[in-house]
């Protein structure tokens, strides 16, 4: 069974830095990948990075040169450094784990493409 528990979240002012992390449990490292989603009040969750199991990385143009995904295979966790916190930053974080059957995953930011979630973490950036 898959299980995604995210931490880290927390209220910063503009220009700190953040750093959340994911635990991952029943998921096969060299068949997943791991995601970032986030959603800010009144709008649609929207990808923020992935990774695959071969450290491909994806990122949304929005957090590119601010945020970090990283994944540690020994402790099956996922990590999101972000840096430069803006205003703009403040969401729900989710994790969320895509997983392939054969070969590496595609580092995908379709929501859809990902079949397992954590309940979220609260970042609040303000000015």
């Known amino acids: ?15 700190e830095s953040l750093t959340l992390s994911c ?3 029943g998921v096969t490292y ?9 959603q800010a009040p009144g709008k649609e969750r929207e990808g923020v990075a992935v990774i695959n199991s071969i450290t491909t990385t994806r ?5 590119k040169g601010r945020f970090t995904i990283s994944r540690d295979k020994a402790k099956n966790t996922l990590y999101l450094q ?20 054969f070969g590496t995953c595609y580092t995908t930011l379709v929501e859809s493409d990902y079949s397992y979630w954590g309940q979220g973490t609260q970042v609040t950036v303000s000015s």
């Not at 972000?82 to 059957?101: G, H, Q, R």
């Open 1 to 15: 069974q898959v299980q995604l528990v995210e931490s880290g979240g927390g209220s910063v002012q503009a220009g």
């Open 82 to 101: 972000m840096n430069s916190l803006k205003p703009e930053d403040t969401a729900m974080y989710f994790c969320a784990a895509s997983v392939v059957t």
């Open 30 to 38: 060299t068949r997943s990948c791991l995601g970032w989603f986030r």
């Open 23 to 25: 635990a991952a449990s």
């Open 59 to 63: 990122y949304a143009d929005s957090v």
